[in-house]
């Protein structure tokens, strides 16, 4: 259920982002939920063995390069899906996967938060 939730919380951010930037663009509602259930499943697969790849990088930039793991994962994304969800460049997905991880975040704090105060 929670991945669902999640799958449905990109697709939600997918066509809110492409509203903001011309050089992204995703094709109605259907395309961004086709687009996040794709993204879920590379992130899945492909995401832990370039993770694991390049743990030296991200090592010595204290993480940061996460943000360009996930740069790829919508690039690939877009590259598999061209029909449904275009990406103009690599500084874009930059970009984007750095304001998706920190809507994920807010999202996923006030989601999830098991404190009751």
Known sequence: MRWIIGVLINAVL???LSGFFTSFHVDGFTGAIIASFVLAILNM???PILFILTLPI???TLGLFTFVLNALMLELTSF?????IQIDGFGTALLIALLMSLANMVINSVLWNKDPN
């Open 80 to 84: 598999f899906l061209e029909s449904y």
């Open 14 to 16: 997918f066509v809110a």
């Open 45 to 47: 697969l492909v995401r």
């Open 58 to 60: 991200n090592f010595l």
